[in-house]
């Protein structure tokens, strides 16, 4: 049973560009949340995707957006990039079917902006 | 808004000396406490989830409990393995986001 998985491991951009990150939800699962961890810091809640729609969003600007695709997959695109942005960026997916609805993790994606 | 306090944020303990970890919350009605395991670099890995006051989850050394104010995280006789950083998350009545402390860094010495 695969789990979580997301692309790419380690991404390097420069300050104004554009990234896009990449989630590939647990089997059976069909809710995608993504999350911003600053190192020494718990993961930040960014938004979460359920049905192709954003379902409820943390304190993000807009420069943060996603998209949930019919196979339950989703992106984290970010904007006009911030050395702010720096961090490890996690994908959770998790199961409405489930009464806790805990989240998976994957090994996320680490930003580096200079 | 809901709030997720952990502490102490770091603890090393000597293999085999037993300790708790601790995870104070405030939410607007819990629907779930959840604890997670995270190594260093990599993603967090679930350990339990408690829906309510006096419930109880056991795996191998790690026990959590639950009261109406906190959750606590006992680990009984660690071993080095189980050094990483120990994460706690409450998921309120606004059910679609989860709250997460900050952690606690377990270093366990051999």
């Known amino acids: 049973d695969a789990g979580v998985t997301q692309s790419p491991t380690h991404l390097i951009k420069t300050r104004g560009q554009q990234v896009t990150l990449r989630c590939s939800p647990k089997s059976g699962h069909d809710t995608v949340s993504w999350y911003q961890q600053a190192l020494g810091q718990g993961p930040q809640f960014i938004f979460q995707?359920?049905?192709?729609?954003?379902?409820q969003r943390g304190n993000f600007p807009d420069r943060f957006s996603g998209h949930q695709f019919p196979n339950y997959s989703s992106e984290l695109n970010v904007n006009a990039l911030l050395l702010g942005d720096s961090a490890l960026y996690l994908c959770?997916?998790?199961?409405?079917?489930?009464?806790?609805?805990?989240?998976?993790f994957g090994p996320g994606t680490r930003l580096t902006v200079t | 808004e809901d709030q997720v306090t952990q502490s102490p944020e770091a603890l090393r303990l000597q293999e085999g000396e037993s300790s708790s970890l601790n995870c104070s919350y405030t939410v607007s009605g819990l629907r779930g406490l959840f604890w997670y395991r995270q190594d260093p670099g990599k993603g967090p890995e679930f350990l339990f989830t408690?829906?309510?006051a006096g419930e109880e989850k056991e795996k191998e050394r790690l026990k959590a409990t639950l009261t109406k104010k906190e959750s606590f995280l006992h680990i009984t006789a660690p071993k080095p393995e189980d050094s990483a950083t120990y994460l706690c998350a409450v998921k309120g009545n606004n059910f679609n986001k989860f709250y997460f402390g900050s952690g606690t860094k377990l270093n366990v010495k051999p």
């Open positions: 959770a997916s998790s199961s409405t079917d489930r009464p806790g609805q805990e989240q998976y």
């Open positions: 408690l829906y309510s």
């Open positions: 995707y359920y049905e192709e729609e954003e379902r």
